[in-house]
């Protein structure tokens, strides 16, 4: 049935806690497909409801869509569907909107999403500006059908030059106002770690007349490793307590384990700080998963407030239970709702058999003693014993693309391809290229450490790119523009201070790769007939703008191009480059540049030179098997 968010929390007793959870659409159909396990387990710790995140434009919208109607037809959970509405334009808004009803969605978080640009030099702007446009447009076109909710900044909204960003909640406080009388029914923070700041947030809220009871419920991220947790405050703008640093010392910040248990910690102690702080007032928690399942596991059982959900929803499976005369009750999904994910995603009947598979912990039933049996699925869920494995083969993200079977797969801020900087702070950073060559200067200063970031890459170089700085640097005064890479490593230590990761007594492996932007004249007269002669030692993919593929691997081949051996444990693979991977990552790529384009007057200089390279251009990876010698893909690319 079709519940609204603000209605299940008036509905809980005075000093029930609940938890939410976020999840977004990965962006390949193994990854989706590879979700719904998950969202099956992780829909029996009792979320009071689910959101999905909003990916912009083309099949990233429709995924996320598809999703949401899944979790809300298919598992019967509370779905609440993101919508950010700049740069999109009202006849996205419109169908996502007639989707959510029609599917029974009632509850929608209206955000504002990446900044809109400057509709003097767009190329077709959407049309709404900012999220209290989009409350407006609802409630004008929907009346009170959908409960809405908003964003909420503790730290403030962040806003002005790159380098010099400005944030006062006090400044932003008008706006929350302004979107809650116009039709906003709670709000759900921006993610934050320092408690105090939030406690000074809730408080300076509730001062304000207009927004003395309306729900607010604090974002958190867990910490499922130190560089996720690093880029994340980053594009929040999420300040961290020099306390929670501290916690994370240089020799154990690429262990993701040990990283992962000190963040579950964190999280209980922020947790239970919230709740005695606000003495209650404040009833939830909504919890950024990044489609990770362990932390959070972890978490909702050790906090003792959030536990209490899980003791309610023991309580509701013994009761169904003897309300039911079948002797098991299937823990996570039916076979109808197996049958209506193969049905919404074409899955084979091979995958739905994977689903009901001992490796799937579908088949964990509940009998008569379901409080065991739950504790049991959190054990799982946890990554404990042989099912564990299931929901923890993914929890390795120091990978650069990672595996796109993960459901974990995708942007870690759902707002799909985009800038991540405003329109005066991308001309601050790229100014106004006019010829390839003043594109390659932005990317060897970004190799020199004179710019902060380009739009494929917000966050600073990892400190290998420092071993194989002068060959990018070499590769891109010919224009080859490189977006990723790494040097080839023939064992070294996991405790490495530069390439090291994962656990103590380990060893680490790789092979050099690249990625980049090179023109088609350039690879099929000079680059492809090199790497061709040099046959199976190397492999390639290369695609362009309209998403013509090829490779000289065959069909779903894989490339496991980091790898680390441990004492104790299989082999840990974390990055893995193949077919479904660079597919999706180059149809993102491009639409990158077109992105950095509309920043531009559509016959300017700028918008013509980053449109011939749109249509000139492949996206190439290229990757060298010979690891043991670390030079062979840079000279093998660099020779006359």
Known sequence: ????????????????????????????????????????????????????????????????????????????????????????????IDDALKKAKESGIKNILALRGDPARDSSASHGAGDFKYAVDLVRYIRKEYGDYFCIGVAGYPEGHADGSFEELQQNI????????????????????????????????????RSQAELKDIPIIPGLLPINGYNIFQRASKLSHASIPKAILDKFPDEIQNDDDAVKDIGVDVLVEMID????????????????????????????????????VVAKKELELSNDEADSSDDEIDDAVTDAKRAAYASRFNTTNKVISDLKSENGVHN??????????????????????????????????????????????????????????TSNQAYELWGYPTTKKDISKLFINYLLKKLNCLPWSELSLSPETALIQEELINLNEKSYFTVASQPAVNCTSSKDKILGWGPSNGFIYQK?????????????????????AAGKSVSYYYSDSSNHFNTNLPHNASNCVTWGVFPNREILQTTIIEEESFKAWTEEAFEIWKEWKMLYKKDSDSAKLIDSILNSYYLVTVIHHEYPNESALWDLLLED
Not at 393 to 398: L, R, T
């Open 1 to 92: 049935m079709s519940v609204k968010i603000t209605e299940k929390i008036a509905s809980l007793g005075e000093d029930e806690p609940f938890f939410s959870l976020e999840f977004f659409p990965p962006k390949t159909e193994s990854g989706m497909r590879n979700l719904y396990a998950r969202l099956g387990r992780m829909s029996l710790l009792g979320p009071l409801f689910v959101t999905v995140t909003w990916g912009a434009g083309g099949t990233t919208s429709e995924k996320t869509t598809d999703l949401a109607v899944t979790c809300q037809k298919d598992l019967g959970l509370t779905t609440c569907l993101h919508l950010t509405c700049t740069n999109t334009p009202v006849s996205v």
């Open 170 to 205: 006090k400044k932003d406080l008008p706006y929350l106002v302004e979107k809650i009388t116009a039709g906003a029914d709670f709000i759900i923070t921006q993610l934050f770690f320092e408690v105090e700041k939030f406690i000074e947030y809730d408080s300076l809220v």
């Open 273 to 308: 700080k919230i709740y005695e702080r606000t003495d209650n007032r404040v009833k939830g928690i909504h919890f950024y998963t990044l489609n990770l399942e362990k932390s959070i596991a972890q978490i909702v059982n050790k906090s003792k407030y959030l536990s209490k």
């Open 364 to 421: 964990v039933k509940m009998n008569h003693s379901s409080s065991s049996q739950l504790q049991k699925l959190i054990s799982i869920s946890s990554g404990q014993g042989v099912l564990g494995k299931d929901a923890t083969w993914d929890d390795f993200p120091n990978g650069r693309f990672g595996d796109s079977r993960s459901p974990a797969y995708g942007e870690i801020d759902g707002y799909g391809p985009s800038l991540k900087v």
């Open 512 to 532: 050099a790769f690249v990625e980049m932007f090179v023109s088609k004249d350039d690879w099929d007269s000079k680059l492809l007939p090199k790497l061709n």
